[in-house]
């Protein structure tokens, strides 16, 4: 058993405590990592602030990491100890019938489990002040070490920075392969990204490689503009800035609408505004962000009857295991940005800080 700190969640609503917590070591088909670098994301605090109603708690969060394999359990041989690793939310067993299937990434190997906070034995590792801490999305990143099942790892280049790749965890991926397979971004085409964080710069990035020669960003905060300027964006709009919806002002303004748009909010509105901004005939709508709980979305038929089409993506598609090192190659011979997404750096202790920074939108 391992004692180290981690950033534990008590309760819902509540600041994370460092604590020091105890970590099991790895069952069979388990993996226990040394966690180098994390980062946080919008999800984590959609968990933390309670709306979730798969989150339980107490929990240790965090699903954007990256880090050094310590020990495996029996019958690992993927990795090995002293590799360098991304754990993985979305897992690639490559036996299921979705593993299987070339157009998801979704394995449901141990879907149900990770759903409930537990290794697929049913089981915590962590331990603190006696009490058992629930795993969450089968990485739980913010912990200086976690155990993950071995289908919940991608191995990468052992001279990749883990302060940066740590991000291909998930929001870079993400928004990225929403625009290059979920999308299928065209050359020449023209594109709306709604939400300029982390996902939509990201969004932006892959519709600039696939060629695309217009890319409208559009977000309510302006401080955003020039960030996503410097990641491919033509030019950025703000909703507010017209007495018309959204969707009306970005159809005049390219002649009948977008041939793709990308929402990476998690607002249903938006997601109605994102399709209905799409060119009648083949404009096509991918929904990245990821929305509360029992909300739903709403357009007219008509919308998708005249050839619009509704896509969602997970993880922008990418089949995990085989496709997370490649993204680290990738990065590496200067093909996609990473460094560029990251504005701050700031020590484990001060998680809650790094928070703050992510909900006032720095």
């Not at 795993?135 to 280049?157: L, N």
């Not at 600039?208 to 996503?228: T, V």
Request: aromatic share 6%; glycine share 12%.
């Amino acid at each position: 058993v391992i004692k180290c700190k981690a950033a534990v969640a008590w309760g819902a609503g509540k600041p994370l405590s460092i604590e020091e917590v105890e970590v099991a070591p790895p069952k069979a088909h388990e993996v226990r990592i040394k966690i180098v670098a994390t980062a946080v994301c919008h999800t984590d605090a959609y968990t933390l602030s309670g709306a979730d109603p798969e989150g339980c708690f107490p929990v240790i969060l965090g699903h954007e990491g990256a880090g050094i394999v310590e020990s495996v359990g029996e019958g690992v041989t993927k990795v090995k100890k002293g590799d360098t690793v991304i754990p993985l939310y979305i897992p690639q067993c490559g036996e299921c019938k979705f593993c299987k299937n070339p157009k998801t990434n979704l394995c449901q190997k141990i879907r149900i489990t990770q759903g409930k906070g537990v290794m697929p034995d049913g089981t915590s590792r962590f331990t603190c002040k006696g009490k058992q801490i629930y795993h969450f999305m089968g990485t739980s990143t913010f912990s200086e070490y976690t155990v993950v099942a071995d289908i919940s790892v991608a191995k990468i280049d052992a001279a990749a920075p883990l302060d940066k790749v740590c991000l291909l965890g998930c929001g870079i991926s993400t928004g990225y392969g929403a625009a290059v397979n979920t999308a299928k971004v065209e050359p020449g085409s023209t594109c709306a990204v709604f939400g300029l964080g982390g996902v939509g710069l990201a969004v932006i990035m892959g519709c600039k490689i696939a060629g695309a020669s217009r890319i409208i960003g559009i977000d309510i905060n302006k401080d955003k503009y020039a960030k996503a300027k410097e990641f491919g964006a033509t030019e950025c709009i703000s909703p507010q800035d017209s007495k018309k919806p959204i969707q009306e002002v970005l159809v005049e303004m390219t002649d009948g609408g977008v041939d793709y748009s990308f929402e990476c909010i998690g607002n249903v509105g938006v997601m109605r505004a994102a399709l209905e901004a799409c060119h009648k005939g083949w404009g096509v709508s991918v929904i990245v962000g990821v929305a509360a709980a029992g909300q739903e979305i709403a357009t007219r038929p008509f919308q998708l009857v005249t050839g619009r089409t509704w896509k969602g993506t997970a993880f922008g598609g990418w089949k995990s295991v085989d496709s997370v090192p490649k993204l680290v190659t990738d990065y590496m011979s200067k093909k996609i940005k990473v460094d560029e997404f990251v504005t701050h750096t700031l020590p484990f202790d001060k998680i809650n800080e790094a928070f703050e920074l992510m909900h006032s939108g720095k």
